[in-house]
């Protein structure tokens, strides 16, 4: 009976953990620090999320495949916004120039509320990878206001990403 139960268990805990969804937790963030974390991934049309790039934390180098001709690459970055324990509000730009667009490059403006009672709030953009390979760069450039005391925080990043 209690071989049972142990595999019952293990089989829930490796199965349940599987199935979610994970974001990158910040290292070195003081509690109540407005901040963002994300995930870069990419795969074919029917499944921007299949192959894993990078992340913010525990970042190692972010590297695309070039799409082609003959077989369009989709990336699909996301982006989670982390609360301050108050109600924070980030606004801003995110420019990700890896993505095929206007001159190569994909802004976007931001304005992501994290509710007082959540811990986080995410947002995805999905499109496709451009077909010149070089050195690219995803720009965050964000103002965090925590809405009860009116404290601001700039939050800004910039990701490389190689395209080859």
């Known amino acids: 009976m209690q071989l049972r139960l ?29 901040h963002i974390s994300w995930v870069l991934m990419y795969g074919d049309r029917d499944n921007a999320d299949s192959e894993f790039a990078c992340q913010s934390d525990l970042r190692t180098e972010c590297v695309l495949p070039v799409s082609k001709s003959d077989g369009q690459v989709f990336s699909n970055i996301h982006f989670y916004f982390h609360g301050a324990g108050a109600e924070t ?45 070089g050195r690219y760069s995803v720009d965050i450039s964000l103002m965090a206001t925590v809405v009860d005391t009116g404290k601001t925080q700039a939050v800004r990043q910039s990701v490389p990403v190689t395209v080859k």
């Open 89 to 133: 509000r980030y606004e801003g730009t995110i420019n990700i120039a890896y993505l095929q667009g206007v001159a190569d490059s994909h802004t976007s403006q931001t304005n992501i509320t994290v509710k007082k009672n959540e811990s986080i709030t995410n947002s995805s953009t999905t499109g496709i990878v451009t077909s010149t390979p």
């Open 6 to 34: 142990f595999a019952a268990l293990t089989f829930v805990a490796v199965f349940g953990s599987a199935c979610a969804k994970r974001f990158p937790e910040p290292t070195g963030v003081q509690p109540g620090t407005p």
